[in-house]
């Protein structure tokens, strides 16, 4: 097992876990559509991640594109109601 990817892949989920919990309630909505292209990221991490020889790295990067694209998704999807908000009727 590359030692390498495995440390990218822990440092990315402490900075993202620091990146997201930072962000103030008030902010979290605004921010939404900026931490779409953070998960974003992720995602292309994870999936070089799933290029892992062994079965756990294989794992580990199945879960981190899960969770990235479930966060992508639900940002697009807060991020659209957000903006209805303020389209004229």
Known sequence: MDINILTVFIL?????????????????????????????????????????????????????VVFATVNVVGGFMVTDRMLKMFKRK
């Open 12 to 64: 990315a989920i402490i900075v993202g876990n620091e990146i997201i919990s930072k962000v103030p309630p008030t902010l979290h909505t605004p921010l939404m559509s900026g931490s779409n292209a953070i998960s974003g990221i992720a995602i292309v991490g994870a999936i070089i991640a799933t290029k892992i020889d062994g079965s756990i790295g294989t794992w580990f990067g199945l879960i981190a």
